[in-house]
């Protein structure tokens, strides 16, 4: 016989009130997924390279027309709140200093995967896809591939790419603006 036990479950609200009252620390490296408290796995040096690359690149390219976030909180929803390695937002004047970003506010999310990919596939993927997050790039590092996924729909994107070296890469939201998957691989 198996007994269910109740979890409990807690909002953004909730999560940042702990910060607030000490039980969560900076020194805590954790987001919240589905309401559960979830620790995130150590950066090791590729993985800092690629994501400083990748903010380079990025902020090159989009300066006047999107900011960059690098490994900060996007409200998924009242349960979730992920911080993706990057995120290509909408521009805001006030840089979301009065409102932390949404998946309302992304054009695109970047997570880079060293240890995390089947995490970020199969747990990350599905949220951002669900809150309507229009695109999710994947650098996958293990097997140096890079992974976009455009469109989603329900829990998950209706077409995924597999680029390698040398292929070119563009943002749905800016078809015209083309990167090297080299760029973010490193």
């Not at 200093?97 to 995390?116: H, N, R």
Request: aromatic share 8%; net charge negative; charged share 25%.
């Amino acid at each position: 016989m198996q007994i269910e036990v109740a979890k409990k479950r807690f909002t953004v609200d909730e999560y940042y009130r702990m910060a607030d009252a000490g039980i969560l620390t900076a020194e805590d490296r954790v987001e919240l997924i589905d309401g559960e408290i979830i620790e995130k796995s150590p950066v090791g040096s590729r993985h800092v390279g690629c994501v400083i690359r990748a903010n380079q690149v990025l902020t090159t390219a989009f300066t006047g027309k999107a900011l960059l976030s690098v490994q900060s909180p996007l409200r998924l929803s009242n349960y979730t709140e992920p911080e993706p390695d990057l995120a290509v937002l909408k521009p805001r004047p006030d840089y979301y200093s009065t409102k932390k970003p949404s998946s309302e506010d992304a054009f695109l999310v970047i997570e880079v995967a060293d240890t995390t990919l089947r995490y970020d596939r199969n747990v990350k993927l599905p949220r951002y896809a669900a809150a309507g997050v229009p695109e999710v790039w994947i650098e996958n590092l293990e097997d140096d591939l890079l992974l976009v996924y455009p469109d989603p729909a329900g829990n998950s994107y209706t077409a995924s790419l597999t680029l390698g070296r040398g292929d070119p890469v563009s943002l749905a939201a800016f078809p015209d603006i083309v990167f090297k998957v080299d760029d973010f691989l490193g």
